[in-house]
Nanobody, 124 residues
Framework: QVQLVESGGGLVQAGGSLRLSCAAS????????MAWFRRTPGKEHEFVAS????????YYADSVKGRFTISRDNAKNTVYLQMNSLKPEDTAVYYC?????????????????WGQGTQVTVST
């Protein structure tokens, strides 16, 4: 059983930075790719960024391109999301997710394992 645990969320002023971490555990952990999604009340999960586990090639939503950076440390089974130049509209609960196979990387249905989420609040 794969478990994902996010950390690093918090309250930050607009223009500030946060770094989210997602630590994975489980003997069978060998994803095709990892991703970050975010969710606000009343809305569906919104794709933020993904990275393939072996090659480390990232892919970003247009809304965060140039401001967010996804990376991973295979030895630590950890994926990161460095968020810079944060805006109030980035406020959400951020979730990491793991996908066993390559499919549509922006679709939540691609991902089999999810963390519990971490709150990010950006104030004006």
């Amino acid at each position: 059983q794969v478990q994902l645990v996010e950390s690093g969320g918090g309250l930050v002023q607009a223009g500030g930075s946060l770094r989210l971490s997602c630590a994975a555990s489980g003997r069978t952990f060998s994803p095709n790719r990892m991703a970050w999604f975010r969710r606000t009340p009343g809305k569906e999960h919104e794709f933020v960024a993904s990275i393939n586990w072996i090659g480390g090639i990232p892919y970003y939503a247009d809304s965060v391109k140039g401001r967010f950076t996804i990376s991973r440390d295979n030895a630590k089974n950890t994926v990161y999301l460095q968020m810079n130049s944060l805006k109030p509209e980035d406020t959400a609960v951020y979730y990491c997710a793991a996908a066993p196979y390559y499919r549509d990387v922006t679709s939540p249905s691609t991902y089999a394992n999810w963390g519990q989420g971490t709150q990010v609040t950006v104030s004006t």
